[in-house]
């Protein structure tokens, strides 16, 4: 049988290597796809730029939309990145009948139920295994491999720069700042960082997960979002002396009056394997009934991990090029008619524990004012920690964590504690998770 025609919008990181993991592995992934697989035309913004993959015998142009439009081309690679114009490109390719695989994990979580519909009314796929944790088979684990399962809650560090700069900053006691500038020299993170330490980029992959997970359409807009800007130094090793790591974590749960959908820093327990997911890996952990909790973990980008997982989709979407749209696996797990519209909860609604650290006045009576609070809230509290004063300073630190509370009842707490005379910073306050 002829070989399969691709096009490629993108040839980065991810275009590069998917040509190059096409070319170095075609005899094995002809013989896994029952066809070859022939990258015939690529679209950039610079031709002349270098690459990191040889280009002979791909058509190359600047215009993304002369290769969908290419009528040799059958099946479109979406690895440009951004919202516009890959939007109009992917559905450009579905109009024409196009099969698409993606590695845009912020176009399939923005506009992803708009591009499913479209794949669906036309009968053609939308694959996007590279959209998610890079090289790590999580999607087609969770949708496939756990489809007999009712999945409780998921907990992912599904962002390498943020993961890289919270280890460095326990492993070596070095400060945020000073990390992030040493992971922008290693191209690591965005020349504009926000979307890895504001939690963004790990938005989007969650609103996925959280998707395929539950059988709910995309929501983007109603996941709750906290970054690792505010973490210091000193919460690092004060968790690492009560047992715990500061992981930023992508957590979604089904509770019985909706699902959670929230990324933030977390205190883990520091036996936990997802716990000791140190530097650039990603990892993710499912909690499914039958089978109980399942970890998956790896490289989460890069040129060929991330091109494995596009390979991947390549395969599976020549596999499927013959079979009947309607047996194919559903894009969201779930079959479309299927999905529900359980609500995301406000954070005020989600309960966890917590740690806070108190900067206080070292005089009598601050702590039993602040435990008064927290009993008044019926907040209980499992540990209190008090460090001596920093050098140079009066004011001592003083760590509590408490049992788990809804976190709007914590508000109201921190609001009164932060009113106390003797209280001479903010809070600084982290969720904690067991996730047992
Ligand atoms: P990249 O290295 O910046 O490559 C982007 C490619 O798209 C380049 O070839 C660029 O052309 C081309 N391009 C960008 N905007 C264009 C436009 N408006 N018109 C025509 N061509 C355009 O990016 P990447 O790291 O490969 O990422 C691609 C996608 O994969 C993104 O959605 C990203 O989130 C996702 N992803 C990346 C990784 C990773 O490890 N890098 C992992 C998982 C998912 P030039 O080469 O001429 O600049």
């Excluded at 990258?39 to 913004?45: D, F, T």
């Excluded at 599904?158 to 191209?187: C, H, P, S, W, Y």
Aim: hydrophobic letters at 45%.
């Amino acid at each position: 049988m002829k070989p399969v025609k691709v096009g490629l919008l993108g040839l980065g990181t991810v275009g590069g290597g998917t040509v190059n993991v096409l070319r170095r592995n075609q005899d094995e992934i002809s013989r896994r796809a029952g066809r070859g697989i022939e990258v015939v035309a690529a679209s950039a913004r610079r031709i002349d730029a270098p690459r990191i993959c040889d280009t002979t015998g791909i058509r190359l142009t600047t215009d993304p939309f002369a290769v969908v439009n290419d009528p040799e081309v059958e099946v479109v690679c979406e690895l440009m990145g951004g919202v516009e114009p890959a939007r109009e490109l992917v559905l450009r390719a579905i109009e024409l009948g196009k099969h698409v695989v993606t590695a845009n994990k912020m176009l399939i979580a923005l506009h992803g139920n708009e591009i499913f519909r479209a794949a669906q009314d036309r009968g053609v796929m939308v694959a996007f295994e590279a959209a998610v944790a890079g090289g790590i088979p999580v999607i087609k684990a969770i949708r496939e491999g756990l489809a007999g399962n009712r999945i409780e809650w998921l907990a992912g560090i599904i962002n390498g720069t943020g993961n890289f700069i919270l280890t460095e900053m326990r492993d070596k006691g070095r400060e945020f700042d000073d990390v992030l500038a040493e992971a922008q020299r290693l191209g690591y993170a965005e020349a504009d960082p926000t979307f890895d330490v504001e939690g963004i980029d790990a938005a989007h992959k969650l609103t996925i997960l959280a998707s395929i997970a539950f059988g709910i359409p995309l929501q983007f807009d109603k996941a709750v979002t906290e970054g690792i800007t505010r973490i210091t130094r000193e919460d690092v090793s004060y968790a690492e002396a009560l047992g715990y790591r500061i992981k930023h974590l992508g957590i979604a749960r089904r509770t019985a009056q909706g699902v959670e959908l929230r990324v933030h820093p977390t205190l883990i327990p520091e036996r936990r394997l997802i716990a000791n997911v140190d530097g650039v890996k990603n990892a993710v952990l499912v909690m499914s009934d039958a089978v109980g909790p399942t970890l998956y973990y790896g490289a989460g980008a890069g040129a060929d991990p991330t091109a494995s997982a596009v390979v991947a989709d390549l395969v599976d979407v020549v596999r499927t090029m013959t079979a009947d749209p309607e047996n194919r696996v559903p894009h969201l797990a779930f079959q479309p008619d299927a999905l529900r519209d359980l609500p995301i909860l406000p954070m005020s609604e989600v309960e966890t524990a917590y740690y806070l650290r108190l900067t206080a006045e070292d005089k009598p009576g601050v702590l039993a004012d602040v435990t008064r609070i927290l009993a008044d809230q019926d907040i209980s509290i499992e540990a209190i920690l008090q460090k001596e004063a920093p050098e140079d300073e009066t004011d001592i630190p003083v760590i509590i964590l408490t049992h788990r509370v809804k976190e709007g009842r914590m508000n109201e707490a921190i609001a009164r504690i932060e009113a106390l005379p003797a209280i001479k910073r903010p809070v600084a306050r982290i969720r904690v998770e067991s996730l047992g």
